[in-house]
């Protein structure tokens, strides 16, 4: 008889989605000007994010693995992952000791300077990260004061150690 594990917390929610695309300016445009998010950074031809309000992102477009790349086949996914913002870096700490604890890998860690992740797969091979957000007047900014994300090794350890 196995013993039900403790509900995760109600603040745990989706927190943006990161689609693969195969033309990047085609698509900024349908999530710019058609549905009107706004462009909160952008990689040259491989890479942008946006959102509703000046959060960070909502929505992330990249052609890393699809530049030029047709459609999902029929029965495809098309999702690079899916994202879920926990409430605290306590309960980040708290969702990798129950992944441990299951024995689910992870395929990276990262710290983005307005976040620290997890990222992982389900078992239907879809992408998964789970993160929490640090407070946005601790995010990095750039010298012109634009949001200057990035990506840096997560400190598995001193998350643990909350």
């Given at each position: 008889?196995s013993?039900?594990?403790p509900?995760i917390?109600p ?7 990161h ?7 085609r698509?900024?445009a ?6 009107g998010?706004?462009?909160?950074q ?9 959102s509703?309000g ?7 477009l990249?052609?890393w693995?699809?530049l030029?790349g ?10 690079y992952?899916?994202?879920f913002r ?13 992944l ?6 992870l395929d990276g ?13 389900d078992p239907?091979?879809?992408g998964?990260?789970?993160y929490?957000d640090?407070p ?7 010298m012109?004061?634009?949001?200057a ?5 997560l400190?598995l350890?001193?998350l643990?150690?909350?």
């Open positions: 008889m013993r039900e594990e509900s917390p603040g745990v929610d989706v927190g943006h989605v689609l693969k695309v195969a033309q990047l300016d698509a900024v349908f999530y710019r000007d058609v549905l998010f706004q462009i909160m952008r990689f040259g031809s491989q890479a942008a994010f946006l509703a000046g959060y960070h992102h909502h929505i992330g990249n052609t693995e699809s030029d047709p459609p999902p086949q029929r029965g495809a996914t098309g999702l992952h899916v994202a926990y409430p605290t870096r306590a309960s980040l700490a708290d969702a990798l000791r129950r441990r604890r299951h024995g689910i890998p860690a990262a710290d983005h300077g307005v976040s620290e992740a997890l990222y992982l797969h239907d091979e879809n998964v990260e789970l929490w640090r946005r007047e601790e995010w990095p900014k750039g012109d004061g634009t949001l994300m990035y990506t840096r090794p400190d350890e001193a643990l150690s909350l």
